[in-house]
């Protein structure tokens, strides 16, 4: 009876949460897919039915493709650098013997991340202007005069530009958060291997990977499915140009229901986007449940 009692109570408690969950999580989805299969115009009202005829017009849309293939770099690149170099970088940091020194390095690692993105991409806007800003500046200083150009302004670099932009911005919470794993690790294990006569090196692969492999499984995903959701940067720093090579599928999204009124289409992307980070968080963590097991 009591068992009973505090199931019911446990479900009580739980229940708001749930709805909430399913009003403004789980509803707008299953919305979201009904608005996909419709030529919508929000303006005037107007619906037109056309089942998948948004999905055929995503397969024959060379700016999906684009769009779709520089998140796809994003997303590389962003793996990198604030997984594999941010656990790289915290390994470097908490071997440094002084702790003031430790604090005072997580500290100058962590501050561009607490700028908003907004922020980070003016600023960087301001660096990359190809006449009056400081990195065309410091080039022509160093007689590399070659290299200055206008980064946002070619197809070529701006979304390299953008990406380099994001990952100085996110680096140093990358770095943070596996300082914490690390910092978890039992020092007995590290004293173990330096008795042994392993090396930093080793220590490092054998030990330190191993024991973070949760952090960095987590940190995969959350890097994988942000760089799937980029917006805020390109929207501040090209808004998708020049002539749409840095088109993401967040600011094609935008662009095709705000600007070109179909928010059918807008939808599609939205579903497809949707589809594509669920499946990669799914197969993260089919993979490292696997690996706990094996291991």
Do not use: C
Not at 93 to 102: A, D, N, P, T, V
Not at 215 to 242: D, R, Y
Not at 263 to 289: E, H, K, M, N, S
């Amino acid at each position: 009876m009591r068992a009973t009692l505090r199931r019911t109570l446990g479900l009580a408690w739980v229940l708001p949460a749930l709805v909430l969950v399913g009003v403004f999580v789980y509803l707008p989805l299953v919305q979201n897919l009904q608005f996909s299969t419709l030529n919508w115009d929000i303006y005037s009202g107007s619906q037109e039915y056309v089942a998948l005829g948004n999905y055929t017009k995503l397969v024959e849309d060379p700016i999906f493709w684009s769009s779709l293939g520089n998140n796809a770099l994003y997303a590389v690149i962003s793996i990198a650098f604030q997984v594999f170099g941010a656990l790289v970088l915290a390994a470097l940091i908490e071997s440094i013997r002084g702790e003031r020194w430790r604090r005072a390095l997580r500290a100058i690692y962590f501050i561009p991340a607490a700028l908003s993105l907004t922020v980070a991409g003016l600023l960087f806007y301001f660096i990359y202007e190809p006449n009056l800003g400081p990195l065309n500046h410091a080039l022509r200083a160093i007689g590399l005069d070659g290299f200055a150009q206008a980064w946002l302004g070619q197809e070529s670099t701006a979304m390299t530009a953008i990406i380099a932009m994001s990952q100085w911005q996110g680096f140093g919470y990358s770095t943070l958060l596996f300082a914490v794993a690390i910092q978890r690790i039992p020092s007995e294990i590290y004293g173990a291997a330096a008795i042994d006569g392993v090396g930093p090196v080793r220590r490092f692969v054998h030990v330190t990977v191993p024991l973070v492999r949760e952090m960095t499984g987590l940190m995969a995903i959350v890097t994988i499915s942000g760089a799937f959701q980029v917006f805020n940067e390109v929207m501040v720093m090209t808004g998708g140009g020049p002539n749409n090579s840095t088109q993401v599928l967040g600011t094609w999204l935008y662009r095709s229901g705000f600007v070109r009124n179909n928010f059918g289409y807008a939808a599609a992307i939205a579903t497809v986007l949707f589809v594509i980070t669920l499946g990669i968080a799914v197969a993260q963590l089919w993979v490292t449940r696997r690996r706990r097991v094996e291991w």
